[in-house]
């Protein structure tokens, strides 16, 4: 039958995440239905054979793709390439998207679903922050050196020239920090003006970097 109506669609529990999945594969390709509850989302991680659209049908979404965190909500539509690292995440309330795969594979949607590696097996401790407004990250540095925080990672994306403030917080605080961007800005023609204030730079190894970052900071501070 080549009628399907997404709300009579048939749900099961999601292998991914906790949330709920409705799937239907065609000859070429696979759709489903997602929806999460809040603050709910699966790990990060990446499709090595398989690329994906995602379309916002209700609610709202974190979305990291590559080196961006946007909101997105109803009617925003995302593009995610093979092998990018990517996640989502309902926010301010339960979220449901519609998303396309290719190849088909074997119809089920998690099937090329691989983790990116993440700092669990370091035994170490995370204090996950962001905030698009440069003062709020200011304090959040000023912050951690008052809390005795061991260290810091930061991705300052647009913030990576023409903010020497944040620059010189980096510089103040008294624990090391290292700069992570998931792609490779110099690729691009972009210079970093916080990497002088940082301990060491990581580009271009998608979300590994991070892992990358903290290993380097266990090194550094053991």
Same mark, same amino acid.
């Not at 290292?178 to 730079?201: D, L, Y």
């Given at each position: ?135 709020? =990250? !200011?304090?959040? %540095? ?9 260290? $810091? @990672?930061? &991705? ?44 060491? =730079? !990581?580009?271009? %190894? ?9 290993? $380097? @900071?266990? &090194?550094?501070?053991?």
């Amino acid at each position: 039958m080549p009628f399907f109506n997404i709300n009579e669609m048939k749900t099961k529990r999601d292998k991914t995440a906790p949330g709920m999945a409705a799937s239907i594969a065609g000859e070429f390709m696979k759709v489903g239905v997602m929806t999460y509850e809040d603050e709910i989302g699966p790990p990060p991680h990446f499709h090595p054979n398989e690329e994906q659209f995602i379309l916002v049908l209700e609610g709202k979404l974190r979305m990291v793709l590559d080196d961006e965190v946007k909101n997105i909500g109803p009617g925003d539509l995302v593009h995610v390439p093979r092998n990018v690292a990517h996640t989502v995440r309902a926010v301010n309330g339960p979220a449901r998207f519609f998303t396309a795969k290719h190849p088909v594979g074997n119809g089920e949607l998690s099937q090329d679903y691989n983790l990116a590696p993440n700092a669990d097996e370091l035994k170490v401790t995370v204090d996950i922050y962001h905030s698009n407004i440069e003062g709020e =990250v !200011i304090n959040k %540095f000023y912050q951690a050196h008052e809390d005795e925080y061991d260290a $810091a @990672i930061i &991705n300052p994306a647009g913030y990576s020239s023409g903010h020497p403030t944040l620059a010189a917080a980096i510089t103040q605080v008294d624990y090391p920090t290292i700069e992570v961007h998931i792609s490779n800005p110099a690729a691009r023609g972009n210079v970093s003006q916080i990497a002088p204030s940082c301990k060491g =730079v !990581i580009t271009g %190894f998608g979300l590994f970097g991070y892992y990358v970052a903290i290993k $380097a @900071i266990k &090194n550094i501070i053991a």
